[in-house]
């Protein structure tokens, strides 16, 4: 089945400075990424669409010059999360849909858990 | 606009017993349907989808939902709950399939299965 992975799947940083992630695509390609947050016993929310050779789209509300998004190829898209600060502590996930069928099903990355001290 | 419920935070059963987690849909046009599992500290895993066709579709683990239109509900089942079936459910929807459109999830349903 398809396979998608992220990199680191745990990280620890100062206040202040700033973390890249990766999510990659192992056996397909994707041309569109989803990156999610998720807060403790809470569901995903949509942070941004990563679109391979063109900017993100940005869901409401999410800082765009704090988290940056470059979806360099067709199998990696990269969230940066610029100036970390304890507030920004979470579960990342990434999601990159593959079609079969004539429609697509999401396949989910496992997660990053950033902790900013 | 898209919305989905999830009306039980938390379903306990007992293993061997069955198993419903329920869901409930709201979208514009004809809703395309999904369920993902969730294990503490990991990404969601793809569960089941309903995209057109059988009511009732069968899908990972033993898992099967039943797309019911008329009371915009898509729960999911299973016939005898393991106790390694204890994880976050998410149930998800949109009212398109094209590619690379995202979803909309439910908040989400803890299902403990009691040994």
């Known amino acids: 089945g398809a396979v998608v992975s992220q990199h680191p799947s745990r990280v620890i940083c100062k206040s202040g400075t700033s973390v890249k992630i990766e999510c990659r695509s192992l056996d397909f390609q994707a041309t569109t990424m989803f990156w999610y947050r998720q807060f403790p016993k809470q569901s995903l929310m949509l942070m941004a669409t990563s679109n391979e050779g063109s900017k993100a789209t940005y869901e409401q509300g999410v800082e765009k010059d704090k988290f940056l998004i470059n979806h360099a190829s067709l199998t990696l898209s990269t969230l940066t999360v610029t100036s970390a600060h304890p507030e920004d502590s979470s579960f990342y996930i990434c999601?990159?849909?593959?079609?079969?069928?004539?429609?697509?099903?999401?396949?989910f990355g496992p997660g990053t858990r950033l902790t900013v001290l | 606009a898209q919305s989905v419920a999830q009306p039980e935070d938390q379903v306990n059963v007992a293993e061997g017993n069955p198993l419903t987690v329920k869901c409930t849909y709201s979208v514009s046009g004809n809703p395309y349907l999904f369920w993902y599992v969730q294990y503490p500290n990991r990404g969601l895993q793809f569960l089941l989808k309903?995209?057109?066709?059988?009511?009732l579709v069968k899908g990972s683990y033993g898992f099967e939902a039943e797309f019911n239109k008329s009371q915009t509900s898509f729960h999911l089942k299973k016939p005898s709950a393991l106790v390694s079936d204890s994880a976050l459910y998410f149930c998800a929807v949109r009212d398109t399939w094209n590619y690379g459109q995202n979803f909309v999830f439910g908040p989400g349903t803890r299902l403990s299965v009691l040994p």
């Open positions: 309903y995209i057109t066709g059988d009511n």
């Open positions: 999601s990159a849909p593959r079609t079969s069928g004539g429609t697509d099903t999401q396949y």
